[in-house]
């Protein structure tokens, strides 16, 4: 029983240890989406007048792509810097091999010139990094772009399913009011024929009146 318990112990531990892994990374994502999102806002905050998001976004990015490539151009100098003192130092090491100070100072400025070369490496692999989130970033804020000519989008065809309800809705009242007005056409017509009826009936009982008259006169 101690040993079920012990063994169990370890894999309770296991899995509380993934699934706080697992919380940590969905909470980097999230900071890492948020991040994005800031900087998206702040791109498009910070555009000039006159000019769209994404004009300033890609703006952005040629300025850092020019920074990389000045950066670049700068560590191939220093490197080659580097190699030619380093062959002054190996000549000079030739030349005169008791100048013990002169290989001491040449030794200090090339390790001086390594550091500095060393440093602008390490800027300019921090300056990729911040063009390869500057990159994602503009990435998502097209993304966004897009998803949000989508949503203007189907707005707009919602507007136009509205209207064609109201559309479609007008034509069945004006169905209904034409149908409408036939029946009381209908209804006219029948009263106007009723009217005929009640003259032909009255002119009717008039030639019987005089019939009658005329009889009544005929017999006295």
Not at 117 to 146: G, T
Request: contains cysteine; positive net charge.
């Amino acid at each position: 029983m101690d040993c079920g318990a012990a063994e169990e112990e370890p894999a309770a531990g296991g899995a509380a240890a993934a699934a706080a892994a697992a919380a940590a990374a969905a909470a980097g994502v999230w900071l890492l989406r948020k991040a994005r999102l800031a900087a998206a806002v702040a791109v498009i905050k910070s555009r000039p007048p006159g000019s769209s998001g994404r004009e300033h976004a890609e703006e952005l990015a040629a300025r850092l792509r020019s920074r990389d490539g000045g950066w670049r151009s700068r560590a191939e100098e220093l490197r080659e810097e580097v190699l030619h003192l380093r062959q002054q130092l190996l000549l000079a090491k030739m030349a005169a091999p008791d100048a013990g100070g002169a290989s001491v100072v040449c030794s200090y400025t090339v390790n001086t010139i390594i550091k500095s070369v060393h440093v602008s490496f390490l800027v300019q692999n921090r300056l990729v990094h911040a063009f390869l989130v500057q990159n994602r970033l503009v990435h998502a804020f097209l993304v966004q772009n897009r998803l949000v000519h989508a949503f203007l989008v189907q707005n707009r065809l919602v507007h136009a399913f509205l209207v064609q309800n109201r559309l479609v809705h007008a034509f069945l009242v004006q169905n209904r009011l034409v149908h409408a007005f036939l029946v009381q056409n209908r209804l006219v017509h029948a009263f106007l024929v009723q009217n005929r009826l009640v003259h032909a009936f009255l002119v009717q009982n008039r030639l019987v009146h005089t019939v009658n008259r005329t009889a009544s006169c005929v017999c006295l």
